[in-house]
């Protein structure tokens, strides 16, 4: 080997061993700053806590939880109440002063954004503890996306530990840990970053509230309502757009909340409560245009299914107010594909309850 091959084969070799230290000094380094950079994103949207999941109080959440909201609300009713609204977003406008005419029972309005069968159970045990007694009725409203198969049953009670021990048949998944996989994501990020803006620079309005008996009120949409600028074409292409994604991995009825919905049953049975129980509507125009696009009316005809073969067996009835012409309704009292203004969904249970009462049910 010649004086220069010899050399070659040293620099080689010393840039090998170079390029060597270099990378186990990257292998080295890499998963701390990581580990770091995860930690720096837990610890941030923990203390921050934007959807108020983890509840520390340092700054005001920037996305809504209803039903912490909602919890906090039974607990300071002053005294017990009779009737208890439960369902989802679709029903957060029943006004429970409203059905008291009617009925004579003061109620409470459970009703929550996304609400699944487990909510309804849930609600129902919460109820029961917290006022002392169970309630004489239970108006229901109940999507068919109430029974999708499309998320873990606990993933709904993201941060509500009190309605997710009601549920101790339920698996919970990771609830030990005092975060969740949601905390490491970027959509979580995101908002905490929003609540750290919107608290130095001051919070947008309030996009929902709700009132001592549970009302609920979204506000941006009741202040477009009576200005005359709400726009019903825009809310039904964003409620397509929503129930598109809703739709497309909702393969089958979940067992999981079918045997929820059981249970809850089971309980409005044991207690002999007045189960009223309706099947929420949605927009002509907007079911037409979901029904043609996903298979919204496939699972919608599985669900009415169970939940006829259910009432049925108990001898109890659903009422079906699949359309504004079936309570007497007007398809243009719609903020979007699904929501009605409150005093439409209000209209329509207060016409349930009068049917129920003229038949003596």
């Known amino acids: 080997m010649t004086a220069d091959e010899t ?16 990378a186990r000094r990257f292998a080295r380094i890499f998963p701390v700053i990581a580990l770091g950079g995860v930690l720096l994103v837990l610890t941030l949207n923990v203390l921050v806590d934007a959807h108020g999941v ?19 609300l039974l607990r300071q009713l002053p005294g017990p109440v009779e009737l208890l609204v439960l369902g989802s977003s679709r029903a957060i406008g029943i006004d429970p002063a ?37 309630p004489r009725m239970i108006v229901l409203g109940i999507d068919e996306v109430s029974f999708a198969n499309s998320r873990p049953i606990a993933e709904a009670f993201s941060g509500s530990k009190e309605l997710l021990a009601m549920l101790p048949e339920v698996d919970r998944g990771r609830t030990y840990l005092p975060f969740d996989e949601h905390d490491l994501g970027w959509g979580r990020t995101w908002d905490s970053l929003r609540s750290i803006y919107f608290a130095l620079t001051g919070y947008p309005p309030e996009s929902d509230l709700f009132d001592a008996n ?4 979204y506000i941006a949409r009741e202040e477009a309502l009576e200005n005359g600028s709400l726009d019903l074409e825009a809310g039904l292409r964003e409620s397509l757009t929503d129930y598109r994604n809703r739709f497309a991995p909702f393969t089958a009825l979940s067992e999981e909340r079918i045997a929820c919905f ?11 409560i007045e189960l009223v129980a309706f099947a ?10 979901i029904e043609a696009e996903t298979v919204a009316a496939q699972r919608k005809a599985e669900v009415r ?20 012409e079936n309570y007497g309704g007007n398809p243009e009292n719609y903020y979007d594909g699904v929501h009605m203004h409150p005093a439409e969904v209000t209209y329509l249970v207060e016409s349930i309850l009068r049917e129920r009462q003229g038949k003596g049910k």
Do not use: C
Not at 99 to 127: I, K, M, P
Not at 262 to 272: K, T, W
């Open 280 to 289: 929420t509507p949605m927009h002509p125009e907007f079911l037409r245009r």
């Open 7 to 22: 050399r070659s084969k040293q620099v080689l070799e010393t840039t090998a061993m170079s390029d060597n230290r270099a």
């Open 54 to 72: 983890h509840m520390t109080g340092w700054l005001r959440p920037v996305v809504a939880n209803h039903r912490l909201r909602k919890e906090f």
């Open 214 to 217: 549970g009302l609920g009120h």
């Open 98 to 134: 409203a059905l008291q005419e009617v009925t004579g029972l003061e109620g409470f309005n459970a009703a929550v954004g996304s609400a699944e069968t487990q909510d309804y159970l849930a609600w129902l045990r919460l109820f029961i503890a917290v006022n002392g007694k169970p």
């Open 262 to 272: 059981d249970r809850f049953l089971d309980l409005v049975a044991e207690h002999d």
């Open 305 to 324: 299914t169970l939940l006829r073969q259910r009432f049925a067996a108990r001898g109890w009835v659903l009422h079906e107010a699949t359309q504004p």
